[in-house]
Each structure stands twice: as structure tokens, then as C-alpha cells.
């Protein structure tokens, strides 16, 4: 049995919550250079050319890439021959962003009740997703989603004969509506199958996807390129001023699902697609 610190988990976690809103990380840029050299509106690629430049100055003097801070998500792979010495896990992530939060100035944002309304001061509590894997690794992908854009998200129980169709049809329809109160260009996650919950949970999986990753699968992975050119069809365009770029990235997740169901979940992410990697 490998052991592991909770205080390394701290101190990483910690870092990370930083380093997601701060550096918003090459591969974003480059996708934000490739928008922009097959971009026509001029708007657009004003817009485009903003984002490349405000992820440089974020960068350049460790400032937020943008002043919603998000909720602090948490996708983790814990090795069955882990153990978590000092803290629970859960405990020693909501620490690190606790310390986080507060040590890179970043906006609190979560509120202790829905309807009360009562900011937490320090952006915890985070949502931690745990799964247990094989092995003695623990690897955590934190991602800070913005409010705005999370608000346009959906999902619905489509009919089995709904088919490839009725997802797709979801999919654009739900981009189209969300417009530019998403602040595209967009990275669209898609969860298709399990339970209603699964499918959601797999919709915020796929969102934060490693840019430039395609599904595994070439079924779906085509399927997310159909997908990106629909979108693009739009013509909502960066920061919906009108143009081609309406969609950075589509990513498709799946699960085995009930003969009966057809759940399908979409969970729109703005162009600040925030998230870090740590391995231990």
C-alpha cells in the first residue's frame, strides 16, 4: 500500500486552483490562433484577438484570466492501493482550494444555500468526483467552471428512437439557445447514456477534456466533427457578434444506458476552459 500526505495534496491542489485561473494554458491559446485565422467576421476576430491577448497578460502578470473564478470541480482517479495519510481526501482537496482560493486573490463565488444565498467566503465547498481505479496513483483534473456559461447547459430523456439524430438535434439546439450569454466561443461537453445523473456528470467529464483530444471511439469522434461544423453553421460567433466560430471544441462522453432511455446532457463551457492535471 502506497501512502500519500494529505498536506501534498493540499499544497497541489492548492497550486492548481491557481495556475487554472491564472494561465489559462498553451493548447487554449493555440485553439484561440486557429479560430482566429478561420474566422471572416472582423468582429469576430477582434474578439479572438482579445482573447489571445488577455490570456497573455493573465499570464505575463498572474491575474485571473477572468473574473468569474468558477466553482472548483474535481475529477479523481484514486488507485485502490492508495492511502490518504493526515486527512481524508475530500477534506485535504476542499483545503487546497480553500488556501487556493484565498492565497491567488481569486473570487469567491459559491454560496453555503441556494436560496439563502450565503457566500462561503473561501469558494468551497468543491464538487469532487471520486472513482476507484487499479494501481497506487492518485490523479486529479481540477477545472474552475464560470457561472454564466454553466447556466446554459441541459439535459433531456430522449426516446431510444430519438437516435444519433435526436442527440445531435439536442446538441445544436442547446448551443443555439444559449447564444452569446455562454461568452463563446464554446467547449461543449456531451454525455449520452447511463442514468440521468451519469449523463450529466459525463457531460462535465467531457468539458474538460484535454484540448485537441478526440473520443477514443471513431463512431463518436466523428460525430463530435459533425457536430463542431453544425454549430459553426450558427453563425453566432465569438462573443456572439456573428461570425464562424461559435464552437471551440465538441467532446463526447458515453456509458451502456437502459433499453427504454436515451439520456443525453450538454454542458456548455465558455472560451475560459480552465483546468490542470495533477499526478501523484
Known amino acids: 500500500m502506497r501512502e500519500i500526505e494529505s498536506s501534498t495534496i493540499i499544497e497541489d491542489v492548492s497550486r492548481a486552483c491557481i495556475e487554472a485561473n491564472n494561465d489559462i494554458g498553451e493548447d487554449m491559446v493555440r485553439i484561440f490562433q486557429e479560430a482566429f485565422e478561420k474566422e471572416e467576421s472582423e468582429s469576430g476576430k477582434d474578439v479572438l484577438r482579445q482573447l489571445i491577448e488577455n490570456a497573455k497578460i493573465a499570464k505575463e502578470e498572474w491575474l485571473p484570466y477572468c473574473q468569474d473564478t468558477g466553482f472548483a470541480v474535481f475529477f479523481v482517479e484514486l488507485g485502490q492501493d492508495v492511502h490518504i495519510k493526515g486527512a481524508t481526501l475530500e477534506q485535504a482537496i476542499n483545503e487546497g482550494v480553500r488556501r487556493g482560493y484565498k492565497e491567488g486573490y481569486l473570487r469567491a463565488s459559491i454560496v453555503s444555500d441556494p436560496l439563502r444565498r450565503k457566500n462561503t467566503g473561501d469558494n468551497t465547498p468543491a464538487i469532487i468526483h471520486i472513482r476507484i481505479v487499479e494501481g497506487d496513483r492518485l490523479k486529479i483534473t481540477m477545472a474552475a467552471k464560470g457561472g454564466g456559461s454553466e447556466n446554459m447547459s441541459r439535459i433531456a430523456m430522449l426516446k431510444p428512437s430519438d437516435g444519433k439524430i435526436g442527440v445531435e ?110 499526478v501523484l
Open 169 to 278: 438535434n439536442f446538441v445544436v439546439d442547446t448551443v443555439s439557445s444559449a447564444g452569446p450569454n455562454a461568452c463563446p466561443p464554446l467547449v461543449v461537453g456531451v454525455g449520452i447514456g447511463g442514468t440521468m445523473e451519469m449523463a450529466t456528470i459525463l457531460a462535465k467529464k467531457a468539458a474538460v477534456r484535454a484540448i485537441g483530444s478526440r473520443n477514443l471511439d471513431p463512431y463518436y469522434a466523428a460525430m463530435e466533427e459533425e457536430l463542431e461544423e453544425r454549430c459553426n453553421r450558427l453563425g453566432v460567433g465569438p462573443m456572439g457578434l456573428g461570425g464562424r466560430i461559435t464552437v471551440l471544441k465538441i467532446n463526447i462522453e458515453t456509458h451502456p444506458c437502459h433499453i427504454a432511455s436515451l439520456p443525453v446532457a450538454v454542458n456548455i463551457n465558455c472560451h475560459a476552459a480552465r483546468h490542470k492535471e495533477i
